[in-house]
């Protein structure tokens, strides 16, 4: 199972190579693992209801990432992220490269580092024109989208798990993580600035459709309010995200409608949800599903607890080695099911440091490789950025940010 993992993944490493899109290559890689899974188990109904228990916790992710996609196209439909744009009006090169970097730092906390990495990805599009600085600034936003969301109770999946298991508590995480969270941006932004100088070649506005400035306004606006109030919707009502941003969706669903209602049909096309859910990328949800199909064997097999448990005994059970590691495997395996080995594993008590490193570990480890997060796999999705470039270009930063902030935070 593992071979056949390992395998997979190069297929997804090299697709540019081999010209094929690495969501064929990790759907397939998926439906293999679970196969392999079946054909070696002697209880193929037991397996079954593990595939569809699996799903369900899957289709949760991608029902997230499709909603908050299409929140984000429609209101770029209405231009709504002009609002931003213009407050933003320096086209020096080093001073954008901080802004949008701080902006999505905080941002993720806020919200979560997924909503915001597609919400920051969208705007880095319509700012810049130039590839290969875009590309950059995509690297620096995946970089900074983990690192905010590393050190907020409701920014990362792994550190929001901690939090529910009562291994971390919501200020003992935010003051103790938050220095070496931003320490793994500021290293990464600190080296890029070195060589990215300049005037930035912004792109020019254009209104292609017909709708007030009013109009505008009330959609982003809505859209902002809608992602803002989903970790608040899951505090109050336990619900996972997916059913908050559902809600949102429908929502924002109903005051386009109502807004746009007396318009001529074909204008009022162009501004509705189902138009804004066909211009979002399904490739990269395709692409999403296949990964998480193909980790959840290793999980069920217990493969990752495994893993876990090798390499405490690996460091001789030195606490701090073990997190790092795992931070770093993070961002080749999906970091939930390392950390719920870890709750069944370890037994600190709450705010130890040991659970605040894990939560800086695993939300930061994984911007290392750009598949080993939810953000750097949606950003990926969003504008083409091939695995390669991103380990040449960016997953050095990522781990020096990486290693810095562990250095603190072991200080």
């Given at each position: 199972m593992i071979y056949i993992f390992i395998i997979g993944y190069l297929f997804i490493i090299f697709e540019k190579n081999l010209n094929?899109?690495?969501?064929?290559?990790?759907?397939?890689?998926?439906?293999?693992?679970?196969?392999?899974?079946?054909?070696?188990?002697?209880?193929?109904?037991?397996?079954?209801?593990?595939?569809?228990?699996?799903?369900?916790?899957?289709?949760?992710?991608?029902?997230?990432?499709?909603?908050?996609?299409?929140?984000?196209?429609?209101?770029?439909?209405?231009?709504?992220?002009?609002?931003?744009?213009?407050?933003i009006k320096t086209k020096n090169k080093l001073y954008l490269l901080w802004i949008l970097g701080f902006i999505t730092f905080?941002?993720?906390?806020?919200?979560?580092?997924?909503?915001?990495a597609i919400v920051m990805t969208t705007l880095v599009q319509k700012l810049i024109k130039d590839q290969k600085d875009k590309l950059l600034l995509l690297g620096i936003i995946i970089i900074a989208s983990n690192a905010g969301g590393a050190w907020s109770p409701i920014g990362d999946v792994t550190t929001t798990m901690l939090w529910m298991n009562k291994k971390?508590?919501?200020?003992?995480?935010?003051?103790?993580?938050?220095?070496?969270?931003?320490?793994?941006?500021?290293?990464?932004?600190?080296?890029?600035?070195?060589?990215?100088?300049?005037?930035?070649?912004?792109?020019?506005?254009?209104?292609?459709?017909?709708?007030?400035?009013?109009?505008?306004?009330?959609?982003?606006?809505?859209?902002?309010?809608?992602?803002?109030?989903?970790?608040?919707?899951?505090?109050?009502?336990?619900?996972?995200?997916?059913?908050?941003?559902?809600g949102a969706l429908g929502v924002l669903w109903i005051i386009t409608e109502f807004i746009h209602r007396k318009k001529q049909h074909e204008v009022k096309e162009k501004f509705s949800i189902m138009h804004a859910i066909q211009k979002t990328d399904v490739k990269s949800i395709l692409f999403f599903l296949g990964i998480l199909l193909?980790?959840?064997?290793?999980?069920?097999?217990?493969?990752?607890?495994?893993?876990a448990v090798n390499i405490?005994?690996?460091?001789?059970?030195?606490?701090?080695?073990?997190?790092?590691?795992?931070?770093?495997?993070?961002?080749?395996?999906?970091?939930?099911?390392?950390?719920?080995?870890?709750?069944?594993?370890?037994?600190?008590?709450?705010?130890?440091?040991?659970?605040?490193f894990m939560a800086f570990a695993t939300g930061t480890g994984g911007s290392c490789l750009i598949i080993g997060s939810a953000a750097g796999v949606a950003v990926m999705g969003l504008d083409n950025i091939s695995f390669?470039?991103?380990?040449?270009?960016?997953?050095?930063?990522?781990?020096?940010?990486?290693?810095?902030?562990?250095?603190?935070?072991?200080?």
């Amino acid at each position: 199972m593992i071979y056949i993992f390992i395998i997979g993944y190069l297929f997804i490493i090299f697709e540019k190579n081999l010209n094929v899109d690495k969501a064929a290559f990790s759907l397939l890689t998926g439906v293999i693992m679970w196969v392999n899974l079946i054909s070696n188990s002697n209880d193929t109904h037991q397996i079954n209801e593990l595939l569809t228990e699996s799903l369900g916790e899957i289709s949760g992710i991608l029902f997230f990432l499709l909603s908050a996609m299409t929140i984000v196209e429609l209101i770029d439909a209405h231009n709504g992220f002009d609002i931003i744009t213009k407050l933003i009006k320096t086209k020096n090169k080093l001073y954008l490269l901080w802004i949008l970097g701080f902006i999505t730092f905080f941002t993720s906390a806020i919200l979560d580092n997924l909503t915001t990495a597609i919400v920051m990805t969208t705007l880095v599009q319509k700012l810049i024109k130039d590839q290969k600085d875009k590309l950059l600034l995509l690297g620096i936003i995946i970089i900074a989208s983990n690192a905010g969301g590393a050190w907020s109770p409701i920014g990362d999946v792994t550190t929001t798990m901690l939090w529910m298991n009562k291994k971390i508590s919501s200020m003992g995480v935010i003051t103790n993580v938050i220095i070496p969270s931003l320490i793994c941006l500021i290293i990464p932004l600190t080296i890029v600035s070195f060589f990215f100088k300049g005037k930035i070649n912004r792109n020019e506005i254009k209104n292609e459709f017909d709708y007030s400035l009013k109009e505008r306004n009330l959609i982003f606006l809505s859209g902002i309010l809608c992602l803002i109030s989903i970790p608040i919707f899951k505090q109050i009502t336990h619900l996972p995200p997916y059913m908050g941003i559902l809600g949102a969706l429908g929502v924002l669903w109903i005051i386009t409608e109502f807004i746009h209602r007396k318009k001529q049909h074909e204008v009022k096309e162009k501004f509705s949800i189902m138009h804004a859910i066909q211009k979002t990328d399904v490739k990269s949800i395709l692409f999403f599903l296949g990964i998480l199909l193909a980790i959840k064997p290793l999980e069920i097999n217990g493969v990752l607890n495994q893993l876990a448990v090798n390499i405490s005994q690996f460091f001789n059970h030195n606490n701090e080695l073990v997190v790092l590691n795992i931070g770093l495997i993070s961002a080749i395996v999906d970091n939930v099911p390392l950390v719920a080995a870890s709750l069944n594993m370890f037994d600190f008590p709450m705010d130890h440091s040991f659970w605040q490193f894990m939560a800086f570990a695993t939300g930061t480890g994984g911007s290392c490789l750009i598949i080993g997060s939810a953000a750097g796999v949606a950003v990926m999705g969003l504008d083409n950025i091939s695995f390669g470039w991103y380990l040449k270009r960016i997953s050095i930063l990522a781990l020096l940010g990486y290693l810095g902030g562990s250095v603190l935070f072991f200080i």
